[in-house]
């Protein structure tokens, strides 16, 4: 502006005395001020489904509580909300392949990861959020990374674990299995005098993710994993076929009743909650509830703990859920992760956990008075946050599900054998890698 004008008193020959300059200097940065200031905050947009504008609780719905703490910290940075459809997934492809700048900020979802990271669709934060490391767990922040990338804030989630009956497990003399064979154990001594119970239940139907995540469980079980060190999945390994030998055997042995092999993880839990079973398979959520007495029938008589693992595995958590990622063709990168950054902090994260319930990975989160206020039990899920595992990376995951979730099911009803069904896996799953 300054130049600007002395440009103008140039062309007309003007000559301006020391005074007038003076003068006119506040003036041209008044203005110049007044230009800024019109030009208002930065917009940065988030894109997200409906969900994100509601609560579950009294508490204030999660959008609510990032716009309140964004004006807190960053009072020049306006978050708009685009409301996207439940399924996410196809309009984020489009607009990544045409770099398009619609959203700044969207979710992601665990098993996209890998499509994400490798087509360079979502901005590595490592460096532009080191605190991520100080303040979430690295189990929620591997999750979502690819090749070493952070590329997402962990907000919500879900974790995987085994419930088993604390009174049952007291009154023949057992403490919690420290291992699959000791688990086993336990099963068939109670059954031998209590056979109306149902020993170890776990959700087998090819619908939905959860057969797939009950094997995750015990491929990590017995030291198993999914891919090799060349980057072929190893659904065929010794691990996998014990993995999935297992279910198989709970069924023809008794210690899982028959109905397994259909059930969907609701129908599970729901025998469970009723009373009718030692051992459950199960996402954590509802821990909150178990101990109201008009909702479960073994209210004071459960508890929950990583599922066992053999000498040679690892016990874990299996888990899954949503991150918010940035756009890397967004308009305002710097302000995009600076909202990233106050997603990342405490009370955004208490913020979800209040309005939706766990999980969340915030170090230290489920300490705090409030959030165990709202969500019972939930000290519960500590020792399970720091050992959680993701289900299996691909950049094709929904057709890889599918294709888990049928063999592995073929193998539970004996339609295959076992290791015929999963060679039959790691053969399908070449040949969708390779496309």
């Known amino acids: 502006m300054i130049m600007e004008m002395e440009e103008m008193f140039m062309k007309k020959k003007l000559r301006l005395s020391p005074t ?14 007044c230009a800024e200031q019109a030009e208002g905050p930065t917009t940065v947009t988030l894109g997200y489904n409906p969900f994100l504008a509601d609560s579950f609780t009294d508490a204030d719905p999660p959008i609510d509580v990032i716009r309140a703490e964004l004006s807190r910290l960053h009072p020049e940075i306006e978050l708009e909300y685009y409301t996207m459809p439940q399924d996410m997934l196809e309009a984020l492809v489009i607009w990544m392949t045409s770099r398009d700048t619609t959203v700044d900020i969207f979710g992601i979802d665990e098993p996209w990861v890998t499509q994400f990271g490798r087509a360079g669709w979502a901005l590595p934060l490592n460096d532009r959020i080191p605190q991520l490391e100080e303040r979430l767990e690295s189990a929620g922040l591997d999750t979502f990374s690819y090749e070493g990338d952070r590329l ?16 049952i497990l007291e009154q023949y003399g057992f403490a919690p299995p420290a291992t699959i064979d000791e688990m086993v154990e336990i099963i068939t001594a109670v059954l031998a005098e209590e056979s109306d119970l149902a020993g170890f239940l776990w959700p087998g139907a090819r619908s939905g993710d959860s057969l797939n995540m009950f094997y995750a469980t015990l491929l990590y079980g017995y030291g198993g994993q999914y891919r090799g060190p060349d980057g072929a999945f190893l659904f065929d390994s010794p691990e996998s076929i014990r993995a999935v030998q297992l279910m198989r055997d709970t069924i023809e042995t008794g210690l899982s009743p028959r109905a397994v092999q ?3 993880r609701r129908e599970s839990r729901q025998r469970f909650v009723a009373g009718e079973a ?6 954590a959520d509802i821990i909150t509830w178990l101990d109201d007495p008009e909702r479960s029938s073994v209210a004071g008589r459960w508890d929950f703990m990583p599922f066992p693992a053999a000498p040679d595995g690892r016990e874990v958590a299996v888990t899954g859920g949503f991150a918010f990622a940035a756009n890397p063709f967004g308009r305002s990168i710097d302000e995009t992760v600076k909202v990233l950054d106050v997603m990342s902090q405490r009370p955004v994260q208490k913020g979800f956990a209040l309005a939706w319930g766990p999980v969340q990975y915030y170090r ?8 165990q206020e709202y969500n019972p039990n939930v000290e519960k899920l500590t020792p399970l946050v720091g050992i959680a595992l993701s289900r299996p990376p691909s950049e094709s995951y929904a057709e890889l599900s599918g294709m888990m979730a049928e063999e592995i099911n073929a193998a539970i009803t004996g339609t295959r054998s076992v290791e015929d069904a999963m060679a039959n896996l790691a053969r399908r799953a070449a040949v969708l890698e390779r496309r």
Do not use: K
């Not at 997402?152 to 009956?165: E, H, I, K, M």
């Not at 030692?278 to 996402?283: A, G, L, M």
């Not at 230290?364 to 959030?371: F, H």
């Open 262 to 264: 259909n059930l969907e």
């Open 364 to 371: 230290g989160l489920y300490d705090d008075p409030v959030v």
């Open 152 to 167: 997402g804030v962990p907000f919500w989630g879900s974790l995987t674990g085994l419930f088993y009956r604390t009174d």
């Open 278 to 283: 030692i051992f459950s398979w199960d996402n």
């Open 20 to 33: 007038v300059l003076m003068l006119l200097i506040p003036l041209a940065l008044i203005a110049v001020g």
